[in-house]
């Protein structure tokens, strides 16, 4: 079957400028979950949707950044004002579901090939 | 928050038995350790997760001592398809706020 797909792969904006990116996650995929990772460096955790909601939007760096999810499918993040330091590869992932307390286990991610994100 | 800590690369030959350390402080006490593999221009992809004790798949075997304040994850005879970033990945501690960690990865390069 399909798997994580994002959209688009690659965009470039200029600072100050909106951008919208695109998460699809694997079908009946209840859990997707948004991670940022800056050039040569790790993945860093920013938000994390259970069905359509996301019970800790603390990991968004700025109040710039934006996440929803509907329809328990399609997820999109969205970035205001662009700033050079949010140029980095956007990372989706999804799970069958996240039970109880823990998120690091419950299930494998499945993550998307990203959206590399750069901002003049 | 969790901290964790990896060795930032590690170098191996081939069919050697490679280990990788995250030592993890403040980690959810009831969640999981996981470890991914990342290749350049693609998303991290799973390899082992483990709670206590040791686990072992086909690919690998992580070690976990009863503190949980360190994971081990073990190649067993390395090939330059491994040649890879590898991540540890916890659950933040229980205060309230559900988050994830990644370890800041470790660069394995395997050479013939």
Known sequence: ?120 | LAKTTQPISMDSYEGQEVNITCSHNNIATNDYITWYQQFPSQGPRFIIQGYKTKVTNEVASLFIPADRKSSTLSLPRVSLSDTAVYYCLVGDINTGRRALTFGSGTRLQVQP
């Open chain 1, 1 to 120: 079957g399909a798997g994580v797909s994002q959209s688009p792969s690659n965009k470039v904006t200029e600072k100050g400028k909106d951008v919208e990116l695109r998460c699809d996650p694997i079908s009946g995929h209840t859990a997707l979950y948004w991670y940022r990772q800056r050039l040569g460096q790790g993945l860093e955790f920013l938000i994390y949707f259970q069905g359509n909601s996301a019970p800790d939007k603390s990991g968004l760096p700025s109040d710039r950044f934006s996440a929803e999810r509907t329809g328990e499918s399609v997820s999109t993040l969205t970035i205001q004002r662009t700033q050079q330091e949010d140029s980095a590869v956007y990372l989706c992932a999804s799970t069958r579901e996240v039970t109880g307390w823990g998120l690091a286990g419950v299930s494998e991610q499945y993550f998307g090939p990203g959206t590399r994100l750069t901002v003049t």
